[in-house]
């Protein structure tokens, strides 16, 4: 393998910042290779760093990896729209794209796994729940605060809203969505998940006048993707609770600590 040139050396010394170093570079000799092994080691935990950093401050939380997402279980899920999401290109572009479906398809599953793709390709991501990003924003005591709060999520590259729609919120959420959306419009990606289709955000955002001009905003080169099923937390818990059952049958014994509520039949 070539090494690289003492040009090159020297080009990531300064992007590393080592002043020092470079300002004695003539004095290495014979040391150079030695040098090269501690700028690896450098960059490389520079890059480790960086990337816990950006993974604490996402806040994307644990989540099951799409490798084990079950396609087949949705009614509808277009997985070649969802793949084209993981490939980061509406990121590069910038433009927008919504999860829509009801509760328990895996619109956050899908969310979280491609915002942690965009983490690790080196891009700013921050997660958060549609709730939890208009309550602290509408909590900021002043408007030097609020102008803060509202730079911190309209800074990263992808901004991820999860779980649009699940309350209704007053004229000030309202407003205070579409100034987020507005810093964002064309110069940063957003993606949202939400279970109700845009033309009932009247119905989240009650007698707020900014909902038309919101939704404009968002699905203005946006990427739809319809999820239509059955939850499939109900499904997994449909499962477990047969499960229980065969295992009760065969005279095997419960763990501590669980019930028979559990067991009984479960709404369809």
Sequence with gaps: MTRPTNEALIERAKALKLYGLIE????????????EQL??????????RSLQRRLRTARIGRFKPISDFDWKWP????RAAVEELMSLAFIQEPANAVLLGPNGVG?????????HQALM?????????????LNELAAQDGDIALRRKIKH??????LVIDEVGYLSYGNRHADLL??????RYETRATLITTNRPFAEWNEVFPNAACVVSLVDRLVHRAEIIPIEGESYRLKEARERATERKRSRKKGVRQPKGST?????????
């Design 24 to 35: 004695h570079w003539e004095e290495l000799g014979e040391s150079l290779p030695r040098v």
């Design 178 to 183: 579409f100034e987020i959306v507005s810093r």
């Design 121 to 133: 390709n080196g891009h700013t991501v921050l997660f958060t729940s549609a709730a939890y990003m």
């Design 260 to 268: 028979d509520a559990a067991d009984g039949d479960l709404p369809t």
């Design 153 to 158: 999520y309209a800074q990263p590259e992808l």
């Design 75 to 78: 009614a509808q899920c277009d």
């Design 107 to 115: 619109k956050t599953t899908l969310a979280r796994n491609i915002a």
């Design 39 to 48: 700028l690896q080691w450098e960059e490389s935990e520079r890059a480790r």
